[in-house]
């Protein structure tokens, strides 16, 4: 789960971190009253969306697709910048390269107080999986693209690795810091920010802290001038606060329902809907579609135990993606039963008027009187007995190579 950056800075105040005074804003009229309570000759206008890249993103009309204004985070040096900035962002459509080419609806503003920059640098605590340990990050190159530095100088990348129990040791912290040529008062303001800032990575059960930039002022002031910050959702049930934070409007609508569901449910760029119970048989499912030259519309395990309900509310979602062409079904039976599975795909096909190709396999538990369902219902639905064989059928029911 990820939330805003006006988020994030509000937890890294109650942390006790470096950051700049700022108003969450969601009106043209909220802008300048937070202009007007910053007392900041300079402000910082920054659009608010779950997507880096935001200051060099590209702003457009969301109805006729006219180009607005380049930049998602604008530098205001009067009352005056304020409001053109955000009368340009709200309510307007912001590309990055995060986004991709639909990009996002910005509802939310951040209005922040202006800093002396004496330098930017980049800052990250991620969980590094090989390693099984988390994994801080920094770079001399921030305010950029960390991808590009990340593969054009690696070098310019330092990480250090913490121990989960005994945390970040100074001695860590003062070596990263050093790495990043900070001397003299700009090295404790470091090291107290990125000790707070992993205390907070590891009570918060963050997934990845991201800043950038973080900066050096002239008073040699360690600042966070960015706040990327996203939560492990299997620890949520242990942060009700966190989980207030959630911003729907920012998620994919089919996968705010899926969840509602208890259907795990992630879009893809496909046309073929897959519905399979099990996350290792849906990864595999897509594999060998992709295998005969199909494009998967999407990952969606029903579980273990779901009921007609279930499958119906599944077929639905799928059906809402208007680029899928055709479903595959493949169930194994196993505490679900395939008669039950049968049932609900019939009521499913019945009840949306589906009209795209479908193909079911099912197998274990009670296959064979699912299959004899499926095979009595009159309706259009095509039974396989094997996932490639499936998967070849409904490739080429969609039109696609196999």
């Not at 009106?27 to 000759?41: M, P």
């Not at 006729?64 to 955000?86: H, P, Q």
């Not at 303001?189 to 950038?212: A, R």
């Not at 055709?326 to 019945?350: S, W, Y």
Request: aromatic share 6%; proline share 2%; charged share 25%.
């Amino acid at each position: 789960m990820n939330i805003h950056e006006y988020q994030g800075k509000q937890l890294f105040r109650e942390a006790g971190l470096s950051v700049q005074d700022g108003v969450h804003c969601m009106s043209v009229e909220q802008a300048l009253a937070a202009y007007d309570s910053l007392g900041s000759n300079v402000v910082a206008v920054k659009s608010q969306i779950h997507a880096g890249g935001r200051g060099k993103g590209t702003l457009y009309h969301p109805e006729s697709g006219d180009l607005i204004m380049e930049g998602g985070v604008k530098i205001a040096f009067s009352r005056e910048d304020v409001e053109k900035y955000a009368e340009n962002i709200l309510g307007n459509i912001l590309v990055t390269k995060q986004t991709g080419s639909e990009g996002k609806m910005v509802n939310n503003l951040y209005v922040e107080g202006g800093c002396n920059i004496a330098h930017e640098y980049y800052l990250a605590i991620l969980v590094d999986r090989e390693e099984k340990m988390p994994l801080i990050m920094a770079s001399k190159e921030g305010g950029v693209d960390i991808e590009e530095v990340a593969e054009n100088t690696p070098e310019a990348i330092f990480k250090i690795y913490v121990d989960p129990v005994a945390g970040l040791q100074q001695a860590d912290a003062e070596g990263l810091a050093k790495s990043l040529g900070l001397t003299g008062k700009a090295v404790d303001s470091f090291v107290e920010n990125v000790t707070g800032l992993f205390e907070l990575f590891v009570s918060k059960d963050c997934s990845m802290v991201e800043i950038n930039p973080m900066v050096r002022t002239e008073e040699d002031e360690i600042v966070l001038l960015d706040a990327k910050v996203g939560f492990d959702e299997n620890a949520l049930f242990r942060h009700p606060d966190i989980m207030e934070l959630r911003d729907l409007s920012e998620e994919e609508p089919t996968e705010v329902r899926a969840k509602a569901a208890d259907l795990s449910y992630v879009k893809l760029d496909g046309n073929i809907g897959c519905l399979v119970n099990g996350a290792g048989l849906a990864m595999a499912t897509m594999d060998v579609i992709k295998l005969y030259g199909g494009e998967p519309a999407n990952f969606l395990d029903v579980g273990g135990g779901a009921n007609e309900e279930q499958v119906t509310t599944a077929f639905g979602i799928i059906m809402e993606d208007p680029n899928v062409k055709g479903i595959l079904v493949n169930i194994f039976g196993g505490i679900m039963r395939c008669d039950i599975i049968a049932r609900g795909v019939i009521a499913a096909t019945q009840t949306l008027e589906l009209e795209d190709p479908l193909v079911v396999r099912l197998v274990g538990t009670n296959f064979e009187e699912g299959r004899r369902i499926l095979s009595e219902s009159g309706l259009n639905i095509h039974t396989a007995e094997t996932l490639a064989e499936g998967a070849k059928k409904i490739v080429e029911l969609v039109g696609g190579e196999a």
